[in-house]
């Protein structure tokens, strides 16, 4: 009897130490996250970058142009490769998730010419910069829904295909007929054990090879997911700057956020219990899961895109306003939509102001550590000349990068 209770006493014990010691790695992982987005607030982003993974970040925008094609101005490709604008988005990204770089991406992909728009972006950058305390919340929460490169989910934001109850009735058939197969036994032994193996025999097939299939799938539903659910924490975050963001992430979550979502955690959550993981092989467990999933994303794409774009937004805002912090100095442009007049050669015209020009003072190149800052007034066409090597091209460049920061940062 005293043995059995010292032997409960020590498994309690034991199960206390494990749950303090799994607390406080995760309050020290927590404090460690915090403590890096502080550190790296305002210095050059150290992403790594791998073969191909422009590709993958502009997976969005090119998902955009296909669906809504001819609509709105874009940068396109040849001017963006002339102006090396790869490499200016890798200079500015100091996003947080994938959601976040591949609409940073985005915007600068799309400048837009809503005097209105452009301000809204500013108020979320100058918050961020300004409010240090609020915007490490909202860094905290995209930095854990994180990166994943490839995963390409606004594949399935934009996909075409309709939702199909079809396959996942038929895994439920197949786990419900192994499941009631043992029954067969009580009327014909040998009946019912050859039922019960070829039923064993059907769904391990069945489950192996499609999971084969659907393998290069779960990574990027299991990021909707957690897009999703962190998603609902950001709505849940005390911020009345945001708060017209937080009600959209928090209404569309809301809707998406159900069983579906819940199962495709359980089941495709890897266990150390070899009993529990054969249980989920043969009755489908993953499979119906999956299917569930991928047709409720299917059903509601709409609402996962606002949630995407507010999220890739918000995330965007933070790595501006950090990218902002890092410069010596910048300005707030000032967007003029002119006549359509050209070439008003007198000074002082009255012509003058509504005329199509371009007016800048100091710009510099973002990719030259130690710039040549330039200025100048142009309203009429203008030849550049120089010798070899002497900045014509960088000149040129540094001004049509600074005119698409303009209308997008």
């Known amino acids: 009897m005293q043995d059995g209770i010292a032997f409960v006493f020590l498994a309690a014990i034991i199960l206390v130490f494990i749950v303090v010691a799994e ?14 987005l502080i550190n790296n607030w305002g210095k050059k982003p150290s992403v790594k970058y791998y073969d191909n993974d422009l590709k993958s970040i502009a997976s969005f925008f090119n998902n955009r142009r296909q669906q809504f094609k001819d609509t709105g101005f874009m940068i396109d490709d040849i001017t963006w490769n002339d102006l090396d604008m790869d490499n200016v988005f890798k200079r500015i990204n100091y996003t947080l998730s994938t959601v976040g770089e591949e609409y940073l ?7 837009v010419f809503d005097e209105d728009i452009l301000k809204e972006r500013n108020r979320l950058i100058n918050f961020f910069q300004n409010n240090p305390k609020e915007r490490l919340e909202l860094q905290y929460q995209l930095a854990r829904l994180g990166k994943i490169r490839f995963a390409d ?48 025999a059907i769904n391990m097939t069945v489950y192996y090879r499609t999971k084969r299939e659907i393998e290069k799938n779960l990574q990027s539903l299991g990021y909707i997911v957690n897009m999703t659910v962190y998603a609902r924490k950001i709505s849940n975050l005390g911020m009345e700057e945001i708060s017209s963001y937080r009600e959209i992430l928090g209404a569309c979550s809301g809707k ?45 794409r709409t609402e996962l895109l606002k949630v995407y774009e507010t999220l890739g937004l918000l995330d965007s805002a933070l790595a501006i306003a950090s990218y902002r912090d890092n410069l010596d ?79 997008s940062i």
């Open 23 to 36: 607390s406080i790695k995760r309050r020290r992982n927590i404090k460690k996250l915090r403590t890096e």
């Open 329 to 407: 100095y910048y300005t707030i442009p000032v967007l003029n939509k002119a006549s359509g007049s050209k070439n008003c050669k007198q000074e002082g015209s009255a012509h003058q102001k509504d005329s199509v020009h371009i007016d800048f003072k100091d710009i510099y190149h973002p990719l030259i550590d130690e710039p040549v800052a330039n200025s100048a007034s142009i309203y009429r066409d203008v030849l550049i000349t120089g010798s070899n090597a002497s900045g014509k091209s960088t000149f040129l460049k540094t001004a049509a990068i600074n005119a698409i920061f303009a209308q």
């Open 105 to 111: 991406y985005c915007l600068l992909r799309e400048p």
């Open 153 to 200: 989910i606004t594949d399935f934001l934009y996909s075409n295909e309709k939702p199909s109850p079809l396959k996942g009735r038929y895994y439920k058939l197949l786990a419900a007929a192994f499941l009631v197969s043992p029954f067969f036994t009580i009327f014909n032994a040998t009946f019912g054990i050859t039922v019960l193996v070829a039923l064993l």
């Open 256 to 300: 998406v956020i159900n069983t579906a979502f819940k199962s495709f955690y359980q089941f495709f959550r890897h266990t150390q219990d070899l009993f529990i993981e054969y249980i989920k092989t043969i009755f489908l467990g993953e499979l119906i899961a999956y299917e569930s999933l991928l047709n409720n994303i299917y059903r509601h």
